[in-house]
C-alpha cells in the first residue's frame, strides 16, 4: 500500500467518527500519521478517541461535534478546519432502521437523507474543489450492498445508499483527472455498533469494521468500488444478474424476518 500520507497529504475529515467504521478508519489513518478532524454528534466518544489517538501517536486531532441534520452543519465544519487543508475525506456517517415505509414519520426519513445523502453530497463539493487546486486528494463514500437492489423494511436506508454509490462512481471519473481519488466502499453484515441496533444478526460471515476499513484503504486509487467480503460480492452479482422482482422478493422475505425476530420499535435508530 502507497503511504496515504505521501500521496494524499496530512489532514483527514472523518464523519460518524465515534464509533464502528469511522472510528478504525481514524485509528488506522493515525497509525499513518495522518492528522484528523473527527467529526459525529456524540462529543464525549471523540474526545476519548481524540485523546487515545494523541497518545498513542503524536498526531493532531480536532473535534467537530456536528448535527449533520442542521442547516449550517458546513459552516460549523469549516470554522473547526480553519486554515487546514483537508486532502482526505471519509463520507462515513449514516443513520438508518428497518420498518415498514408507511409507518415512518417523515421528519426521520428526511434527517435519514439529510445525514445519508446530503451531507456527503455538500461535503464532497466543498473539499473536492479545495483538492483540485491543490491537485491531489482522496474522498471515501460508505455505501452498503443494499445499494445494489431494493430492500424492502429498510426501503429509504437502501435508496440513500444506492445515492452514494451513483455518486462516488460518477465523481470517481470526473476527479480522476484531477488527481482526486474517489471509492466507494460497500459492506454488507458488519460487526458495528449500527448492526448490533439495527439487526442484531451476526454469523461466521458478519465482517468487522477492520476488514472493511483495510478493503477500502487497498482498493483505493485502483476501482471506483469495492465491496468487502468474498460472500458479499456474490449476493451483490448475483442482484445484478437476477430480475429486479425475484431479487426483491427474496430480500424483502429476508428483511422480513429479520425485523420480526427483533420486534423492532418505531423509535428505535442507530448512527454515528
Known sequence: MEDLKNKYGSWA?????????????????ASKGINLLLVARRKERLQKLSDELISLYGIEVVISNVDLTSEKFLDQIIRDVDEREISILINNAGIGKPGEFV????????????INCLAPLVLANYFGKKMIRG???????LGSIVAYQPTPYMASYAATKSFNYSLGNSLWHELK?????????NPGNTSTEFNRMILNYQSVLTRTAQQVVATSLKALGRKPNVVDGFINKIITVLA?????RLITFVTGKIMYKLYQQNHYPKNKTAGT
Open 13 to 29: 475529515l472523518i464523519t460518524g467518527a465515534s464509533s464502528g467504521i469511522g472510528e478504525e478508519f481514524a485509528k488506522v489513518l
Open 103 to 114: 409507518d415512518e414519520e417523515m421528519v426521520y426519513d428526511i434527517d435519514l437523507i439529510k
Open 135 to 141: 491537485k491531489k486528494g482522496a474522498i471515501l463514500f
Open 177 to 185: 483527472n484531477h488527481g482526486i481519488d474517489v471509492l466507494t466502499i
Open 240 to 244: 445484478r444478474i437476477g430480475s429486479v
